[in-house]
């Protein structure tokens, strides 16, 4: 699943090439919107909520839509070649000049713009909250904490929790504070686990690579994330990788030994 940035870079992307524009063709290949139209609105905006994007149009109208596992929004200039086949397009979104197509989206809906809030209701602190303050901050490391018997991988993956950390920055995250992924939270400082989400996401946010190092070079961006191969971006030594959460919430963990003392599946 996208990381938090991801999405919110998808969500400055699409503002920027529709926000302010009337379109001038809608097209919804989505069971629930498949005779919806919204031709003729001009688009307000685009907001991000932790991994949710709302496409604002006029008449006070959203377009909610998560990118899941696999969805993404591409834009390009309109009569340019799509970079994935037609089929597995969910929506589209013309203007003049631009066009937005959303590939693979699994959730989508149009509501009412006053009634977003209903949708996100449920999430963390957004880690990349443009309002973000202390008592955000306050309130995502208490949530954290709430189950302290939790595995910290399992919680910081947990949108209810502190929204936008996906699995690369729990792994990192984990690796920085100097634990295993499944360390339960009361062994962590939380409030610096936050802060780490928190600095991570707005460090990569406007960017398409996920650099956790410092160093931008190719197989140097991440410490322990996908390096079974590399080896510690630290220590050197050799990086495993096990499965963690339950069920359809399984995801790979990333560790080291070394580096990232504590509890973990033989």
């Not at 947990?158 to 920055?169: E, H, I, K, P, T």
């Not at 996908?226 to 510690?232: A, D, M, P, S, Y």
Request: with cysteine; glycine share 10%.
């Amino acid at each position: 699943m996208p990381e938090g940035d991801t999405v919110f870079l998808t969500g400055k992307l699409l503002d920027r090439a529709l926000a302010g524009k009337t379109l001038v063709r809608s097209e919804f290949r989505h069971p629930a919107l498949a005779t919806a139209d919204v031709s003729g609105r001009q688009v307000l905006g685009v907001r991000t909520v932790g991994k949710h994007l709302f496409t604002r149009f006029s008449g006070g109208l959203s377009l909610h839509s998560h990118l899941r596992m696999d969805g993404s929004w591409r834009m390009h200039p309109v009569g340019a070649k799509w970079p994935m086949p037609a089929h597995y397009a969910r929506v589209v979104l013309r203007t003049a000049d631009m066009e937005a197509v959303g590939f693979r989206l699994h959730d989508l809906a149009l509501l009412p713009t006053e009634e977003e809030a209903g949708l996100v209701a449920h999430l963390g602190p957004d880690l990349l909250d443009p309002q973000w303050t202390d008592e955000h901050a306050g309130t995502a490391a208490a949530n954290l904490t709430a189950r302290p018997d939790r595995e910290l991988g399992d919680a910081l993956l947990d949108q209810r929790v502190l929204a936008g950390v996906g699995n690369l920055y729990k792994t990192e995250i984990c690796f920085l504070l100097g634990v295993s992924p499944w360390t339960p939270v009361s062994e962590v400082d939380s409030a610096r686990a936050v802060a780490l989400a928190r600095k991570l996401l707005l460090t990569n946010a406007w960017r398409h690579e996920q650099i956790t190092t410092g160093d931008s070079r190719r197989g140097r961006r991440t410490w322990v994330y996908e390096r079974t191969r590399q080896g510690c971006f630290r220590c050197g030594g050799a990086v495993l990788v096990r499965t963690q959460g339950a069920a359809e919430y399984q995801r790979p963990a990333w560790f080291c030994p070394h580096c990232q003392p504590g509890p973990a599946p033989s």
